[in-house]
């Protein structure tokens, strides 16, 4: 609900303050982090294909070197209708234009274009009932018609014929084709068994043939034998259908994989990591799918316990990433420095680096050898931001898009060859979601936001400057809520860095001295230390107010009652606001000073600082509301304060009316802040109630609603 | 000779009486079998027994098309139902009249069937009639159904398939029927020989200030509060089935069934009709959250009643149910199953 509030004031401010969108739509604990293989939205294995094989089987038997392609002309592309018409007439172009038809039905004795022809039938009759809409009239009827008894006499015919290996081996192919279709799968298991398995395990029909059988065995129930066939077939996307149909998920598949051979890391890894990050999903649909990642989870550690793997990096790797998602950050870490002992791909060595960093920043002590630690794997990260963003632009379709992406919310879909990430994901997910917190619960506030700076900001310095976000940051949020103190020491380190970890974050930070001031100096003009409000923000140049969209805010005038008047443009209206109230705070503290000059002081000074956090809020803050979707994220304007500020300027409000000593000044600071009615009823003689008499005439004016110094918004 | 010319007359008077007019049918309590699978227990059994029903109107298959790999496929019947158990087929067509088989159309499929609209028509009709002749089912079959919920944009295209669809199974002498839904009272009389108006899923479920949208009073009642009749022979089709519609910070997620209201550690409820979730419940791979809502909804025979009351009825309107199943059924004694069937008297 919160987050839903914050979107709706976000919206509703975001045109007067200037919030941009930012690249990074979700928090760094709900980043999809399981990366194995390069993304793919459809991960659909790669089918064998015997094409070539087919063809060079009947070149062979034609003995004479037709091309290829001319052979696959009839093969593939001769309709029922074209081999009818050449068989019928021979010398018609279309056989004659083409060699191989020229050889089939002239010079052979016929047999293979008869093959072929039949072969052309049953494809047909397979499209008939493979067309969704067909459905039998009867029991029995179906699409074959008399093909199954054409197919097993010529089968007999062949026998005996100089090619009838060839020949056989063929019309078997299609008798097995039309069974099955049948529904008939005990006969292809029977003919399977007791002829065709005993073929010599290279010939090109047999392979085709086994795929039907798998298929078989599916139907009749021997669903290891199914799947074992379809996994030496390579027909892996029909072991994951066989998978689906019975029920089972695809954790089930991968443990087949893994029994078959448990070598199939690399191949299972991209539909794996596509079914991970489906589970892992982002707020607010979080659902705690426990009996899914159990499922997944307990099949790691079997495949882990088991060891039979050669490519035991992903695994441990993937179980590492489970177990921390499990919330055990501990034991993942003990996993992820195993993954790393073993040889893999260079892809998985960086992404199981990266998770370590992650865990580690996660589960150790931040002592300062760990920092020495974490300057280093920040060092090896930024190089692999650099190459992945220099990978990235090569392709990019136009100059200029990567810069459009960041510019404009293109959210971090790391795998989506068209945005970087996933080094500057992890690299975000590691600091801002870790490491800062810590840091930041610790007190070690500088370090923090040197932190936060640079993972906010590396990407902009490398790619893109001018697409930085400022006010809509992590580094922003940061500094925003802690006190001003807090970030001028901060100023001081980027200024002056003193360890080897500052020197590098500041290298890719954003250092802006107008902008970091600008930003010390709100926090104290907010603190009310208005001294030092002075002191930072004359180091900030007069002009950069100006570019801010906050500017108009800061030509209204703090210190009119009521509707702020708007101030000719000036430039630094905060150091002159400050300025201002800090005279007036000296002003109000001198007790030797007139109290009538004094209470008036502490009058300017209760609607100055009042109309700060208000009408003229640009003074204290900028923007109103917040940006929801940062990593850091302190609600600094509360109620609870809202109500001490309100508090705070009733108090001095009545305390500087009970020290006026003189009705005539207490008359003028009444009207000053257009209480006409309070000054025409209880100071009827001054000079400011004749001046009210003479000049109001607006009965509204009157009104003693409106004659309260303290103003509702 | 006078009663020579009695006996000859009776029987074509009664022959006349019989085919006077055109269009009739017999008129009989009626159910329908939405199942994928055609499994009838023996408890719907008896309930077919117990309320005479005559006629079963039966889902064959739905007509959608399927989005694979960013490529929209043809249209294609989903979803058939699968009629594993031919004996209980056998039992269950025994103690009906009458096989009404029902096709449901996406509206996608609808516009997608435009572009060769004749071919689907024929496509569609060939294969009910060759699934009811080969599960032996053509005895039974006097009318096909289709079921779309069409809009004023695809009003043209639907009207012109049903037309088509209607010519081919007129040659076979069969009927056709459409659904009707309240919203389309008001719009153009479909080509069919029939319909049946949906008295059901009369509001917008994912709504969470909707109160009952399998049917509610409230909803009905400005569709048919001047209604006095349609240019078409109508049936009125009842639920008798119940859903719970799950909420999560009042926005929709899903249709849920199935869950076990009455588990105090699951769900709290004062009115027995919202349903706070207590803890995570897994609801066929759905994971229901802590607060959570569920609407848990069902029309009561009170809400049927009143609404027959807004309804005309003739001698030939028919009380179909939706739907035969009896988890859902039941929910309802036999005396108020038997107060829904009954029709009040014609007007």
């Known amino acids: 609900m919160k987050q839903k509030l914050c979107l709706l004031v976000l919206a509703l401010v975001s045109w007067q303050c200037g919030w941009a969108c930012f690249i990074f739509s979700d928090l760094p604990e709900n980043y999809k982090y399981y990366n194995v293989a390069e993304y793919r939205e459809n991960p659909v294995f790669p089918r064998p294909s015997y094409t070539h094989d087919n063809l060079v089987g009947w070149q062979k038997y034609t003995g004479q070197d037709i091309p290829l392609d001319q052979i696959a002309k009839v093969v593939y592309k001769f309709s029922i209708t074209d081999m009818q018409q050449c068989k019928q007439d021979p010398s018609i172009k279309m056989c004659q234009q083409n060699a191989f038809a020229k050889y089939i039905f002239t010079e052979d004795n016929g047999y293979a274009a008869r093959v072929l022809l039949l072969a052309k039938q049953i494809e047909q009759a397979r499209s008939v009932s493979n067309d969704p809409w067909y ?80 298929g078989a065995y599916a139907h009749t129930g021997d669903m290891e034998t199914a799947y074992r066939y379809f996994w030496e077939q390579g027909n892996y996307n029909e072991m994951a259908e066989l998978a689906r149909t019975r029920g089972e998920g695809f954790v089930d598949y991968v443990r087949h994989m893994y029994d078959l051979n448990p070598d199939c890391a690399e191949l299972v890894a991209p539909a794996l990591q596509n079914e991970l990050l489906e589970l892992d999903q982002s707020y607010p649909f979080k659902r705690p799918d426990s009996v899914v990642y159990e499922q997944y989870n307990s099949l790691v550690q079997y495949i882990l316990q088991t060891h039979r793997s050669k490519d035991m990096s992903m695994w441990y790797y993937t179980s590492a990433y489970l177990i921390d998602k499990g919330g055990d950050p501990q034991t993942a870490a003990k996993h992820i420095y195993a993954a790393a002992t073993y040889k893999t791909s260079p892809m998985m060595q960086n992404n199981i680096r990266m998770m370590r960093i992650y865990l580690d920043a996660k589960t150790k002590e931040y002592t300062p050898k760990y920092l020495d630690q974490l300057l280093e794997d920040l060092k090896w990260m930024e190089e692999q931001v650099i190459a992945d963003t220099a990978r990235v632009k090569k392709n990019m379709r136009y ?31 590691t600091v801002l979601g870790e490491v800062v917190p810590r840091l930041y619960e610790a007190g070690e506030t500088t370090l923090s936001l040197a932190l936060t700076n640079y993972a906010d900001n590396m990407l902009f310095t490398l790619v893109s400057p001018e697409a930085r976000h400022v006010f809509y940051s992590d580094f922003f949020m940061a500094m925003d809520t802690i006190p001003a103190a807090s970030v001028e020491r901060y100023i001081k380190s980027v200024l002056n860095p003193q360890t080897e970890l500052e020197k590098f974050l500041v290298k890719k930070s954003y250092v802006d001295k107008d902008y970091l001031y600008d930003i010390v100096g709100t926090l104290y003009i907010r603190e009310r230390n208005y001294a030092k ?169 009157y009104f003693p609603i409106k004659d309260k110094l303290k103003r509702e918004e | 000779m006078k009663r020579s010319i009695l006996c000859l007359l009776l029987p074509c008077m009664f022959a006349l009486s019989v085919w006077a007019s055109p269009g009739e049918r017999p008129v009989g309590n009626s159910i329908y079998y939405w199942r994928t699978t055609f499994q009838v227990t023996d408890s719907e059994q008896a309930f077919l ?11 064959m298959f739905d007509v959608d098309v399927e989005q694979k790999e960013g490529v929209t496929t043809q249209p294609s019947p989903i979803a058939s139902i699968q009629f594993k158990d031919a004996k209980n087929l056998q039992q269950t067509m025994a103690l009906v009249d009458e096989c009404v088989p029902t096709v449901f159309i996406t509206l996608r499929a609808l516009k997608a069937m435009q572009s060769d609209s004749q071919l689907y028509a024929k496509k569609l009709t060939e294969r009910v009639l060759n699934m009811c002749s080969y599960h032996e089912l053509s005895d039974k079959i006097k009318e096909v159904q289709l079921d779309c919920d069409w809009t004023a944009t695809t009003e043209q295209a639907y009207f012109s398939f049903l037309e088509q669809v209607r010519t081919l199974l007129h040659e076979q002498g069969i009927e056709l029927s459409a659904t009707i839904r309240l919203h389309q009272l008001r719009s153009a009389v479909p080509p069919v020989d029939r319909g049946v108006l949906m008295m059901y899923n009369t509001g917008s479920f994912k709504h969470p200030k909707t109160k009952n949208s399998i049917l509610d009073y409230a909803d009905v009642y400005p569709y048919l509060k001047n209604y006095k009749g349609y240019d078409l022979p109508l049936d009125y089709a009842f639920p008798v089935f119940e859903w719970g519609i799950w909420f999560t910070d009042n926005v929709f997620q899903s249709i849920v069934r199935g869950l076990d209201y ?54 030939q309107t028919s009380i179909i149910l939706y739907h035969l199943d009896e988890n859902n059924l039941t929910n309802y004694t036999n005396y108020e199953t038997k107060t829904l069937f009954t029709r009040p008297s014609a007007r």
């Not at chain 1, 008399?146 to 007999?156: C, E, H, I, K, N």
């Not at chain 1, 008939?184 to 068994?193: G, I, N, R, S, T």
Request: overall charge neutral; glycine content about 4%.
């Open chain 1, 135 to 214: 459905y039998p009239t009867k029991k029995g009827e179906n699409a074959y018609g008399y093909l199954l008894s054409d197919v097993r006499a010529m089968m007999q015919e062949v026998k005996g014929s100089e090619q009838e290996k060839f020949l056989t081996e063929r019309l078997q192919l299609q008798h097995i084709r039309v069974l099955f279709a049948q529904w008939d799968y005990e006969a292809c298991l029977y003919l399977w068994e007791n002829d065709i398995e005993h073929w010599d395990e290279t010939s090109l029909m047999r392979r085709l043939i086994k795929d039907y059988i798998a």
């Open chain 1, 399 to 429: 100059a200029g898009e990567l810069e459009w992406n960041i510019r404009h919310n293109r959210s971090c879909n790391w795998y989506d060859k068209q945005y970087i990430c996933y080094p500057y994901l992890m690299l975000r997910k």
């Open chain 1, 533 to 701: 409000a002075v002191e930072v923000l004359s180091k900030v140049n007069p002009s950069y107010q100006k570019r801010l969209n906050t500017a108009y805010n800061l030509r209204k005038d703090p210190f009119a009652p009521e509707q702020a008047k708007n101030l000719p443009e000036k430039p630094n209206s905060k150091l002159n606001f400050a300025n201002q109230m800090h005279r007036l705070q000296v002003m109000m503290e001198n007790s030797s000073i007139d109290p009538n000059r004094r209470a008036d002081a502490m009058l300017d000074y209760a609607v100055g600082m009042r109309q700060s956090y208000t009408t003229v809020w640009a003074l204290t803050q900028y923007g109103q509301g917040y940006p929801c979707f940062t990593a850091v994220y302190r609600e600094w304007m509360t109620d609870e304060r809202r109500g001490k500020i309100e508090d705070e300027y009733d108090q001095l409000v009545e305390q500087a009316l009970s020290l006026y000593t003189d009705d005539e000044a207490i008359a003028a600071a009444y009207l000053r802040y257009k209480n006409n009615y309070t000054v025409v009823t209880k100071y009827p003689n001054t000079s400011a109630a004749k001046y009210v008499r003479g000049h109001c005439d607006t009965y509204a004016d």
């Open chain 2, 49 to 59: 027994r117990e309320h005479n029903i005559k006629r079963l109107y039966l889902r």
């Open chain 2, 262 to 315: 009455n588990n105090t550690e699951q769900f709290y409820t004062e009115d027995g009709v919202y349903y706070l979730v207590q803890r995570w419940v897994n609801c066929e791979n759905l994971w229901l959250g802590p607060n959570d809502v569920v609407r848990r909804e069902k029309a009561s025979v009170e809400t049927i009643e009143k609404v027959k009351k807004l309804l005309p009825f003739t001698e």
